[in-house]
């Protein structure tokens, strides 16, 4: 658990890259946030580095797999009733350390105030905590000030996201994607190729492209 502590929190930049995909699409970045969080856990939990694989790579499917997971539940993150009654008690427990110590708690400082693992307490955390977001409050005008920054590598999702799905083609159907899309091949060139038809490389090349869209919404 030691292990996984740092590499969740070094990764928390995916789960807002990935959250960012789904922003107004009819559920709250708040709820979008908290569910690619369990994704990123279950990602850390689950990852081997001896396979050579990028944990970036790895953690990026699951942890959009977590919030389209939320759509096909109708925008509610299933939470346990343990880890909400948790998440109340951080909160108390939060509070007093702030008052007696006067700055925040860390997460190891958090779970032996509680006597819970790590892993539950970020959890819990991600219940009630909202996203950090680059937006200021005016003292003197009492209104929201927003900070456009995007990210340079604000594409990297969707970078992760199509080899994810090239991945799931058989050969042949990456072979054409490879040819249209990468070589710039026409359609007929790619026929001559794969020998196939034209037409054959129209049709087969809108199917596959269907699904792939479907993978990635």
């Not at 107004?24 to 979008?32: H, K, Q």
């Not at 939060?94 to 509680?114: D, H, I, V, Y």
Request: aromatic residues 6%; contains cysteine; neutral net charge.
């Amino acid at each position: 658990m030691a292990e996984a502590r740092p590499l969740a929190q070094e990764n928390l930049g995916l789960v807002h890259l990935c959250a960012n995909r789904f922003k107004n699409r009819g559920i709250e970045y708040e709820e979008l946030y908290s569910a690619g969080c369990i994704g990123l856990l279950k990602a850390v939990k689950a990852f081997d580095p001896k396979r050579g694989v990028m944990f970036s790579t790895y953690a990026v499917p699951v942890i959009l797999g977590e919030i389209k997971r939320l759509f096909r539940d109708g925008g509610s993150i299933k939470v346990s009733r343990s880890i909400r009654e948790l998440s109340l008690r951080l909160s108390r427990l939060r509070e007093e350390f702030m008052l007696k110590n006067g700055q925040e708690p860390t997460l190891s400082q958090l779970a032996g105030l509680c006597g819970e693992d790590e892993e539950n307490v970020i959890q819990a955390l991600n219940v009630s905590a909202a996203p950090m977001s680059l937006t200021g409050e005016s003292d003197e005008q009492s209104r929201q000030i927003d900070i456009p920054v995007p990210p340079p590598e604000e594409d990297i999702t969707e970078r992760l996201s199509l080899r994810q799905a090239l991945s799931g083609l058989d050969e042949r159907d990456r072979q054409l994607i490879y040819l249209r899309y990468y070589k710039n091949l026409t359609q007929t060139q790619t026929a001559r190729v794969l020998d196939m038809t034209q037409v054959q490389v129209s049709r087969r090349e809108r199917k596959i492209l269907d699904e792939m869209k479907k993978s990635l919404m």
